[in-house]
């Protein structure tokens, strides 16, 4: 099976660096991760998520990438789904290497949101949900999500404060990332006296406006081999589209394109939710953390917000130990390849302070828009 | 190897139609194209080429499509390399069948432009292109192509008549083409005495600004063996990059994402240039058919010409029989798949009256912006 060999991101923040200078950061340091070392001009073919908010280059936006990396003439494209563009842009370098026409691939992801005007980066988040119900009645994200928070908490009682809990652990991570916006604690009076962004949802359960880039190179088995002793297996690959409207699901309180990728990524890699010892999940709002535990059988299904309390007060480390998009930041279309930095770190055990201990497993948990798209990626040392 | 089993196009032109209705449109016309009847539920990938010119959705607009398509669930995302969109929609379809990790996988593409103003479609346009010295100096495509014409007129004697010449041709192959925007033939005098639109390319040796959606369905070996007795296979497919402003490059007439896409596809292949029956060529403008000529070794390096001339005298069906870009229209990210509907109909011997005779072995070739990205694929039935 392919395996990541090397993997890095730049910091995530708001960076007053170029598109295109944040992609070379991580490009460079992704290649310097790679054990023995790696000739970039033995990648053979690119795929770069970024959907395109900023960065003054829409059309070809991959090329212009792939062209500043010195990857001259390599073939590239732009994968996009939303938020979940570079979990896609990793499925499809996975399936490269699969297919046997190639050896090595590139899967990255770039995004440059903070040098837009605050009506535009309104504009470009919005225009990744629907457009045709939601957005002309003025549903922002935080306002669907917002639904699912509170349907959530008529159906199973969850709290403001489980909520909140979600908050509070995934900024303490953050804390200990050089790499997240925010490296800072937060406790849950804060979180809960901040102010309504979208009722219920506070500020501090909302996800931060980010510049950064992301990236991972796959290989195949032989390669993979040649280049390093400690490869990180891709072991379990799943995804599955949604509609775009919540209106039309059945429920408000389960992803079925998170379901069905979680079940698909499982069933290949042969493993449990139980078998996971560290998971990067997509935190874009608190909600959608507790929604992810349970529709990846991490916890029943309404009991995501108790469990959710559990875990901060045992082995909170499990869930988005770099903090999530909730603190190391959601550069959109970097933020999958992002997690699947964060986890090549952890199964190598170069996590620093936030290793978790013996990570064996890894999961990888990347959603576009309010759940139309989800990729799942389950990485084995 | 893959095959196509099925593949069909919406018209293409100024169309009322919503880019939902244009994309369902040729997605319920491609399923139907497949001999034996096809399940959509079967499709476990879509890739869909869109540039995001118009249409309402940006963000996850790939998503948008499968759901009103009715493909439930299914994994996608959005492929964007400018104007070569679906050619690498096309590719990624075929890898994911390769990869053996699915049996049917649908290439798409979709663009919807005319719903724009005039003002947004040129700078809609003009992202694709370099927008950091190009764009900010005024050069537009058109004008992008007409220094690369200019160029060629310089260092190789070529005339405005070969220039028009192609237009001639392709206006004659769209005249025969009911899903073609232009359906009408033009002299040479009447492309020569159009207005200037870029020294020295006129309005005839332009495309037109065009709506439109094509869709291809790929399968493996054994389930396109179930599903048709006359498939078309992928023998040969070629994918390369170069710099986005032509600046960059060593010579300006000469794509070499063009020649490099061509060289890996006729090589898988095991063909070359005088194999080929039919070409479906990107020409966006008509010096860029002339380009495509030299740089996929129809006509040696400068001869493009006088080449041009000789088809239009002879065999001149053999290149763009549907009209190409020029009269069949260039709805961006429905270019490449629709190159591959024209392909899929030839070689099967289904094009009317617009048949290349014996048709065997088909070319494809599809360029984003000025030639940063480049797709070439090789089909045989």
Redesign the interface.
């Known amino acids: 099976m392919p395996a990541v060999v090397g993997a890095a991101q730049s910091p995530f923040g708001d960076r007053p660096e170029t598109l295109k200078r944040l992609f070379v950061e991580a490009f460079e340091a992704a290649v310097s991760s790679v054990d023995e070392g790696l000739d970039p001009a033995r990648i053979e073919?690119a795929y770069v998520g970024n959907?395109?908010v900023g960065g003054?280059?829409?059309?070809?936006v991959?090329?212009?990438m792939?062209?500043v990396a010195g990857?001259e003439?390599?073939?590239?494209?732009?994968?996009?789904?939303?938020c979940a563009?570079s979990g896609?842009a990793f499925?499809?370098a996975v399936?490269?290497v699969?297919?046997?026409?190639c050896d090595l691939t590139l899967a990255a992801g770039a995004e440059k949101m903070n040098d837009l005007e605050r009506v535009h980066q309104r504009y470009?988040l919005g225009?990744?949900?629907?457009?045709?119900w939601e957005r002309t009645a003025g549903a922002t994200f935080a306002g669907t999500y917002a639904l699912m928070a509170a349907r959530h908490m008529a159906d199973h009682g969850t709290t403001p404060e489980q909520l909140a809990t979600v908050a509070v652990k995934n900024h303490d991570h953050g804390a200990d990332n050089p790499k997240a916006q925010f490296q800072k604690r937060v406790d849950l009076e804060t979180v809960l006296d901040s102010f309504v962004v979208a009722d219920p949802l506070h500020l501090y359960d909302c996800c931060p406006t980010t510049d950064g880039a992301a990236c991972a190179i796959v290989a195949s088995d032989a390669v993979a081999d040649e280049l390093t002793d400690t490869p990180v297996r891709v072991a379990g690959?799943g995804?599955?589209?949604?509609?775009?409207a919540l209106h039309d699901r059945d429920s408000l309180t389960r992803l079925?394109?998170t379901t069905?990728?979680g079940e698909q990524a499982f069933k290949q890699a042969g493993l449990s939710p139980t078998d996971v010892d560290v998971a990067e999940l997509h935190d874009c709002f608190t909600i959608a953390e507790i929604l992810a535990l349970e529709d990846l059988g991490f916890s029943a299904k309404g009991e995501g917000g108790p469990f959710v309390e559990e875990v901060w007060e045992g082995d909170h480390l499990r869930f988005n130990p770099s903090g999530g998009l909730k603190a190391k930041g959601h550069p959109l279309g970097a933020t999958g390849a992002g997690q699947i930095v964060e986890l090549f770190d952890q199964l190598r055990g170069d996590a620093g302070p936030r290793q978790v201990d013996d990570a064996e497993v890894g999961l990888a948990h990347n959603v576009?828009?309010s759940g139309?798209?989800c990729t799942v990626h389950v990485l084995t040392r």
Chains 1, 2 share one sequence.
């Open positions: 073919e959907l395109g003054g280059q829409l059309g070809n991959a090329a212009l792939t062209e990857l003439g390599v073939s590239v494209r732009r994968v996009e789904d939303a563009s896609f499925r499809d399936r490269a699969e297919s046997g026409g470009w225009v990744s949900g629907d457009m045709e690959a995804a599955a589209s949604d509609t775009l079925d394109a069905d990728a576009g828009g139309a798209t």
